[in-house]
C-alpha cells in the first residue's frame, strides 16, 4: 500500500501536477479556486521545466511497474537458479542480491 496522494496525477495549470482524486478532507472556498486554477488537487506547483512535470507527474505509475517488475525479476532468478545450480536457500539469497538495488528504490519513493 503506498502512501503518496491518490488517483490519476498529470501536468495541471500554471506549472503544477495535479491529481484528479479529491483528498479526504472538508474544502474551503480557498480550495475550490485552486482546484479550478490549478485543474485539479496540487500535488506540487512552481515547475519550470516541462520534462520535471511529466516525471513527477508519472511517477506513480513508475513505481507501481516497479514493484511489479522486482517482484517477477526476483521469482524469475530465483526458479532458474533453483533449476539449474542452487538450493532453494542459495536461490532465494541470490535473486534477494540482485534485485537488492530495486527495492531500495521503490523504500526511496515510498519514504521508508
Not at 33 to 41: A, N, P, T, V
Not at 70 to 97: G, M, N, S
Not at 103 to 108: D, E, F, G, Q
Request: hydrophobic fraction near 40%.
Amino acid at each position: 500500500m503506498t502512501k503518496h496522494t491518490a488517483g490519476n496525477w498529470k501536468i495541471g495549470n500554471a506549472n503544477s501536477v495535479v491529481t484528479d482524486v479529491r483528498r479526504d478532507r472538508e474544502h474551503t472556498e480557498i480550495d475550490e479556486k485552486s482546484i479550478l486554477f490549478y485543474g485539479g488537487e496540487l500535488i506540487c506547483e512552481s515547475i519550470e521545466n516541462k520534462s520535471d512535470a511529466s516525471l513527477i507527474a508519472a511517477a506513480p505509475e513508475l513505481l507501481e511497474a516497479l514493484e511489479i517488475v522486482t517482484r517477477d525479476l526476483h521469482e524469475a532468478i530465483y526458479i532458474q537458479a533453483v533449476k539449474t545450480w542452487a538450493t532453494e536457500e542459495i536461490a532465494y539469497k541470490h535473486a534477494t542480491a540482485l534485485t537488492e538495488k530495486y527495492r531500495v528504490l521503490i523504500a526511496k519513493a515510498k519514504g521508508e
